[in-house]
């Protein structure tokens, strides 16, 4: 069977930091914040996006597309 040496590592690494942190999932967390800080890169939240199968389905329904425009009128 073949083995991806990269994800063994990976999931090495993973299995040391929990070990690090006695499996417990909030210390763990607050490394990861803690890391990301350090990091120095901005960090945004975005809006959440409209899902693709809904865009698909608005597409192909211009009845869908009047009720959106005068949904905020009122």
């Given at each position: 069977m073949?083995q ?10 993973r ?31 975005l ?7 809904r ?5 192909n ?9 005068h949904?905020?009128?009122?």
């Amino acid at each position: 069977m073949w083995q991806d040496e990269i994800l063994d590592e990976i999931h090495q690494i993973r299995a040391e930091h929990a070990k690090s942190f006695n499996y417990d999932l909030d210390a763990m967390f607050a490394d990861w914040q803690k890391k990301q800080l350090e990091g120095g890169r901005e960090v945004v939240s975005l809006p959440p996006r409209r899902s693709l199968a809904r865009h698909r389905s608005d597409r192909n329904n211009p009845k869908r597309d009047a009720e959106d425009t005068h949904h905020g009128s009122t």
